[in-house]
């Protein structure tokens, strides 16, 4: 099968780099947003999100004039839809003793319906979006199905999750395995065709709702592990052992890899997609749920950790440095780093937050400074809650320069290795032992 022109439907941290991928390997892409600030970005040849390389890709294709946004999909031989897939914020569901979060289809939803008009016989439409179980047949089919044509039949429909790494995605785009889960085998098949254009890695071909599930269970993989991790930090605090040490020395064990604690778990796959578990079968998912509530729970061991450094939180005033999710990126989705700051604020503090991926970044009841001066001038706690390169590498004497604050609280083991007593600094440590 071939393919002449795609439509993306979605141009965020997934959907804009596949439509550019796509149009620099030759192929006519139109890129949908239902964002006109997002459109007006590149349509003046910038782009709205921090990625490494993503910037000149995105210039290329626009350039070429194979690559052309607008608000509404147009005629194509392939729709991808890679539009968020978040959860309720406010509304939770109750079963089986668990109260868990609800996946938000809306976004999925409004890309299936935007298609119908356009959708002719011979299309393919893919799904991206990550999703829970049984998406692509249950919700995504009926919807295209209004166009009176047959999915699987008039049309093939299938799912193919992203499955990259941010500050990496342009590379594992191309690199990485792909699965194309098709509602049936000759919609594989399609979908095969479609992303062999610049796909290097292994294509793999399955069903739909096995292709979801593959999804779900890599993130979610990753969830359970962090969590045992974060608990552990929990473990060493109360036993008056350092957590970071231990882990190094376990690991030594050939079947051992322990992960690293942090201040929580962020992002849009690793903090939400276990929840689609949860939601689904709530009766089977008992050690899922309870890695969802370590990991959610973590940010408040944080607090616990920062009050007692301080010795009170009323009135204190505290310098935050990073809220992205992850270390040098922009991508502030979920992350546990916000949830810090609104749970030290809620406590009394006066919190001035530093992300240096996002310095303008206005976030509802936090107050962000665009610059790391600004936030730790006049502060009495410095709190690292990110592992940026740029403050990984600030030494306690260029931090002494900058800030009357003598007392650290480090989250992520970043600034470990340096002396901070010697230079005058009372330093602690999440998963370390208070004295």
Not at 47 to 58: D, F, N, S, T, Y
Not at 323 to 352: C, F, H, N, T, W
Not at 371 to 383: G, N, Q, R, T, Y
Not at 392 to 405: D, I, R
Request: hydrophobic share 45%; with cysteine.
């Amino acid at each position: 099968m071939t393919f002449d022109k795609i439509c993306v439907l979605g141009l965020g941290y997934i959907g804009l780099p596949t439509a550019s991928t796509f149009a620099t390997h030759g192929v006519e892409v139109v890129g949908v947003d239902v964002n006109p600030q997002v459109l007006a970005t590149l349509r003046r040849g910038e782009i709205h999100i921090h990625e490494p390389g993503l910037q000149a890709v995105v210039q290329s294709a626009l350039q070429s004039g194979r690559l052309r946004v607008a608000e509404q999909p147009e005629t194509a031989d392939a729709f991808i839809i890679a539009v968020p897939t978040p959860f309720y914020e406010e509304a939770w569901g109750e079963a089986h003793g668990k109260r868990f979060k609800k996946a938000d289809m809306r976004a999925v939803q409004a890309a299936a319906e935007a298609i119908v008009p356009v959708l002719q016989p011979g299309n393919l439409v893919v799904l991206e979006s990550t999703s829970p179980p049984q998406t692509t047949a249950r919700l995504v089919a009926p919807i295209l199905e209004r166009s009176g044509l047959k999915a699987g039949e008039d049309f093939y429909l299938a799912y193919s999750p992203e499955r990259v790494l941010p500050g990496q995605i342009l590379r594992e785009l191309v690199e990485n395995a792909r699965v194309i889960g098709g509602l049936t085998p000759e919609s594989a098949a399609a979908g095969r065709d479609l992303y062999r254009i610049f796909v290097k890695g292994e294509i793999i071909t399955t069903d739909a709702t096995t292709a979801e599930m593959v999804k779900i269970m890599e993130n979610t993989y990753r969830d359970v592990n962090i969590a045992i991790a974060n608990e552990f930090s929990r473990l060493a605090a109360y036993f008056g052992v350092d957590v970071w040490q231990a882990i190094e020395i376990a690991n030594l064990h050939p079947r051992v890899q322990i992960l690293r604690p942090g201040p929580g778990v962020g992002g849009h796959c690793i903090s939400v997609d276990p929840w689609f578990f949860v939601e689904g079968a709530p009766h089977l998912a008992d050690l899922i749920y309870t890695a969802r509530q370590v990991n959610d729970g973590q940010p408040h061991f944080v607090r616990e950790l920062t009050q007692r450094a301080l010795g009170g939180l009323e009135g204190r005033r505290i310098a935050a440095l990073g809220l992205a999710y992850k270390p040098d990126v922009d991508d502030l989705r979920e992350s546990p780093a916000v949830e810090v700051v609104r749970l030290l604020q809620e406590a009394g503090a006066q919190v001035l937050a530093y992300e240096p991926f996002a310095p303008q970044a206005l976030l509802p009841g936090l107050t962000t400074v665009p610059s790391l001066d600004a936030a730790v001038e006049k502060a009495e706690a410095v709190l690292l809650l990110v592992n940026h390169t740029v403050f990984h590498t600030l030494t306690p004497q260029a931090l002494s320069q900058k800030t009357p604050a003598r007392l650290v609280v480090d989250t992520v083991n970043g600034w470990s290795g340096y002396d901070w007593q010697e230079a005058g600094f009372s330093y602690h440590r999440l998963g370390v032992g208070m004295e």
